[in-house]
């Protein structure tokens, strides 16, 4: 599962990530539907892990709110046990992460 979800950096390297304490976030499926309560488990500036449930599967496209600013385009990945990963359409800003992980 781990190797799916790699991000590799422009020096061929792991994407740093860091791990998060159950934070809640919004999520919601980009073909409308309700928004659905998910937990950001953990989060790069490519990626994130989220606990919950209400995404249809692999490939679904998502909007996720994180912290105050616009909804975070993204594409679920792998799905199992629970878990959702989705992958970023665009990078979010190392601040942003930052500022994500200092709230957990």
Same mark, same amino acid.
């Given at each position: 599962m781990a190797a799916r979800y790699a991000e590799m950096t422009n020096a061929? *390297? *792991?994407a740093p990530r860091k791990a998060i304490t159950r934070l809640s976030v919004e999520l919601a499926c980009a073909g #409308? #539907?309700?928004?659905?309560?998910?937990? &950001?488990?953990? &989060?790069s500036t490519f990626g994130c892990r989220l606990? #919950?449930?209400g995404v249809d599967g692999v490939g679904d496209h998502v909007r996720l709110g994180l912290e105050d600013g616009p909804p975070v385009a993204a594409t679920v990945i792998w799905r199992q046990s629970g878990l959702i990963?989705? *992958?970023?359409?665009?990078?979010i800003a190392t601040t942003l992460m930052k500022?994500?992980?200092g709230r957990a």
């Amino acid at each position: 599962m781990a190797a799916r979800y790699a991000e590799m950096t422009n020096a061929g *390297r *792991r994407a740093p990530r860091k791990a998060i304490t159950r934070l809640s976030v919004e999520l919601a499926c980009a073909g #409308g #539907g309700p928004q659905l309560a998910a937990a &950001l488990v953990e &989060l790069s500036t490519f990626g994130c892990r989220l606990g #919950g449930d209400g995404v249809d599967g692999v490939g679904d496209h998502v909007r996720l709110g994180l912290e105050d600013g616009p909804p975070v385009a993204a594409t679920v990945i792998w799905r199992q046990s629970g878990l959702i990963g989705c *992958r970023f359409d665009k990078p979010i800003a190392t601040t942003l992460m930052k500022a994500l992980i200092g709230r957990a």
